[in-house]
């Protein structure tokens, strides 16, 4: 199994980046299907960006196209989240997600595809 710890959070004024990264031990981290998730209070966890196994393919939630970038490094067992533009709606706690899948490459949207998850860190963008 991996376990996966995120960090990087924090307060930063609107318009402002931030880079959250998430660093994954056990398991074969290049096995995994990567996704970073955002929950605000009251509010569903929801997909941000998610890269499959292979470098070049990741995919963003429409709302973060062109503000986030998403990238992995396989010899260093991290996924780090660029958010650029942030806006008082980016506001929630942002989790990292692995998904241990060998028969599909798909990025899911899905919480529930997504087998493991860090603890979250939080991420306040005042405006």
């Known amino acids: 199994q991996v376990q996966l710890v995120e960090s990087g959070g924090g307060l930063v004024q609107a318009g402002g980046s931030l880079r959250l990264s998430c660093a994954a031990s056990?398991?074969?981290?290049?096995?995994?299907?990567l996704g970073w998730f955002r929950q605000a209070p009251g509010n569903e966890r929801e997909f941000v960006a998610g890269?499959?196994?292979?470098?070049?393919?990741?995919y963003y939630a429409d709302s973060e196209k062109g503000r986030f970038m998403i990238f992995r490094d396989n010899a260093r067992n991290t996924v780090n989240l660029h958010m650029g533009s942030l806006k008082p709606g980016d506001t929630a706690v942002y989790y990292c997600?692995?998904?241990?899948?060998?028969?599909?490459?798909?990025?899911?949207?899905?919480?529930?595809?997504?087998?493991?998850w860090g603890q979250g860190t939080q991420v306040t963008v005042s405006s």
């Open positions: 056990g398991g074969t981290f290049g096995n995994y299907i």
């Open positions: 997600a692995a998904r241990l899948s060998p028969f599909t490459s798909r990025i899911s949207v899905d919480p529930s595809d997504y087998n493991f």
């Open positions: 890269i499959g196994r292979s470098i070049g393919s990741t």
